[in-house]
């Protein structure tokens, strides 16, 4: 079988998924997506390498981002229940089933008071 992409020995020839390759070789390798299968022989000093990064934000970094107006949220006209300001930015969650509508959390752009609406 004619692979659709150009080959290369780390990926499939037919989906582009990572192959994972045997410990022994000559054998034969089946890509875990989409089945095709190849002779495989061995490579010399194949080398592979990760790299993890971790962030770390604290509650003092997030409790800054979202004191800020606007904080990458959309602004929308939202009475505020405290201070009956008139904007506030917002976020949407999905905290329920797929079936019923998304929780939509207000932050008043004035006061900063957080309140919930479930939709």
Known sequence: MSSIFNR????????????IYPSTAPCKITCPQCLTSWKFNAIE??????????YVKTI???????NE???????????????EYNEAS??????????????IFYTCCQCKYKCIEYS
């Not at 290369?8 to 192959?19: A, E, M, S, Y």
Request: charged residues 25%; negative net charge.
């Open 90 to 103: 917002y976020t949407t969650l999905q905290t329920r089933s797929a079936d019923e509508g998304a929780t």
């Open 60 to 66: 003092a970094d997030v409790e800054a981002d979202t």
């Open 8 to 19: 290369d020995q780390n990926f499939c020839g037919r989906c582009q998924t990572l192959l």
């Open 45 to 54: 000093e194949l080398k592979t390498t990760s790299t993890t990064t971790r």
């Open 69 to 83: 107006k606007g904080d990458g949220d959309a602004i929308v006209q939202h009475i505020c229940p405290r201070c």
